[in-house]
């Protein structure tokens, strides 16, 4: 296995740290391969970096989130912010532009980044992107994250969790039937039902709404240098995030590629919702090489 080496990079308002396995500049040529979430971290990509042993891998902290302690008082989760320190990041590990591999918020993203920094990128795979503008019921999906996040004001992360589950395993737009629905029990999805009091979390909260409002410039994107990919989970078919990824794709003139298993699929079993790391592994591959 290759070892990973951490790194902390000091740019206006944070300590970013950031984890480089294998040599800068890559042995062979090839680009890095940078994995990005959000608000996942860094360790969420473990499972799946070790199936890139012949690539130097960089995975690192968003700002604000895990070992990436900002210093800027402030607390929102924004895609422009985010990519403006990626491109300090990739200007960082000095050896030109990378691949990435980017999940979730943190495809949304790498978007902004390559719309502001095209060179920055040759080949982007946003894996499943939460945008809300690219559906045809946006306001019913806004409305949905304002059921989760008011459950989480009003009683607290396991309440929250739980109405957040709720939303991302509906199937198909958010209609009459998805608000009538009760409240759902937290317990009845491995949740705490007590409240600890805290109202901080990144993805219950509206620190990080600007990431599902963003809004892609599809002129820009398919004007970019980048080629861009969007791809979906084939388990996560109906979905929140899948129909959002196959929005952005259609937005961008091009169908979404289909990964193995979920919207977390190169996740090991080690959070408790695993996919299926190495098959995710192999099909990256081939849609890297494919560019």
């Excluded at 042995?27 to 608000?39: C, E, K």
């Excluded at 499972?47 to 902290?61: G, N």
């Excluded at 091009?254 to 090991?268: D, K, R």
């Amino acid at each position: 296995m290759t070892t990973k080496q951490t790194h902390h990079l000091a740019v206006p308002g944070v300590d970013l740290v950031y984890d480089v396995r294998g040599p800068l500049p890559p042995a062979d040529g090839r680009p890095a391969l940078l994995m990005i979430g959000q608000p996942m971290t860094a360790e969420g990509f473990d499972a799946l970096a070790p199936h890139f042993t012949d690539r130097t891998v960089v995975t690192y902290d968003p700002r604000g989130l895990g070992r990436s302690v900002r210093t800027d008082g402030r607390s929102d989760h924004t895609p422009q912010q985010q990519a403006a320190d990626l491109h300090l990041l990739i200007e960082t590990l000095d050896a030109g532009p990378v691949d990435v591999l980017a999940s979730s918020g943190g495809a949304v993203t790498a978007l902004e980044l390559v719309a502001t920094h095209p060179a920055d990128v040759v080949t982007l795979v946003a894996h499943e992107p939460p945008i809300n503008a690219v559906l045809p019921d946006a306001t019913a999906a806004e409305r949905a994250r304002a059921g989760f996040y008011d459950a989480y004001q009003a009683k607290g992360f396991g309440h929250g969790m739980a109405a957040f589950i709720a939303m991302t395993s509906w199937q198909g737009e958010f209609t009459d039937a998805y608000f009538a629905q009760p409240a759902p029990d937290p317990a009845m999805v491995g949740m705490p039902t007590d409240d600890d009091g805290s109202r901080d979390n990144p993805l219950l909260s509206k620190s990080s709404w600007a990431i599902t409002d963003y809004r892609p410039d599809a002129g820009v994107l398919t004007a970019a240098s980048t080629r861009i990919v969007i791809a979906v989970g084939v388990e996560s078919t109906g979905t929140y995030t899948a129909r959002t990824a196959l929005g952005t794709a259609a937005l961008l003139g091009q169908e979404a590629v289909v990964f193995p298993s979920h919207h977390g699929g190169f996740l090991g079993g080690e959070f408790g919702y695993a996919g299926q790391p190495e098959q995710f592994a192999a099909r990256l591959r081939e849609v890297l090489a494919a560019g």
